[in-house]
């Protein structure tokens, strides 16, 4: 077939250590699957049920499942795949009960990021890295802006952006000497 590509690419796969990056490309892996393969995600998901005559609740067989409930089935367990194919064995074994994809996510993220006071501590480090990050006298300005776009997208990832103004005021204040002439024509 002249001009078909039927490439599907695959995120990295997580072994604990790549997390901020796995975190990133599994999302747009699986919101390339469906947006509401991405949405189980987010929302989560759990099979449906029955209350019987006495008030009990059951899970509905699957046989009497109505469109709605197969489909959103059928995104979470999509979603599911993807996070299952895209972790090594020691993750996989966190998760390997998760019937949500959710619950997977969720696992994976506290297990890689922490609490949420562990994420602020994180945040913190990364905050103080950001503050006295320098250019070194022998390094390029692409190997200078590498390290500061690493801690801009580590932050991003605990969940508080850089924006792009303090980017490039960060980035004004820190060159060596040799760039003020530089540096005050951009100013």
């Not at 959103?72 to 009960?97: E, Q």
Request: hydrophobic residues 35%; glycine residues 4%; contains cysteine.
């Amino acid at each position: 077939m002249e001009g078909s590509t039927n490439t599907v690419f695959r995120p990295p796969v997580l072994d604990g250590l790549n997390y901020a990056l796995w975190k990133v490309k599994m999302r747009v892996f699986i919101k390339s699957i469906d947006e509401r393969a991405w949405q189980r995600v987010l929302d989560g998901w759990s099979p449906p049920k029955l209350e019987d005559a006495d008030g009990d609740t059951r899970l509905k067989p699957e046989s009497t499942w109505t469109v709605d409930e197969v489909q959103s089935s059928n995104y979470n367990s999509k979603a599911l795949n993807a996070i299952f194919s895209s972790v090594d064995t020691r993750m996989f074994n966190l998760i390997t009960i998760c019937v949500c994809a959710k619950d997977a996510w969720e696992i994976l993220q506290k297990h890689c990021e922490g609490s949420a006071s562990v994420r602020k501590t994180r945040l913190r480090m990364v905050t103080s890295k950001f503050e006295s990050l320098r250019m070194e006298d022998k390094e390029s300005i692409l190997e200078y802006d590498c390290r500061l776009r690493q801690l801009s997208n580590e932050s991003h990832g605990l969940g508080d952006p850089i924006p792009n103004e303090r980017l490039v005021n960060k980035v004004l204040r820190s060159l060596p000497e040799r760039f003020n002439v530089k540096v005050c024509a951009i100013e």
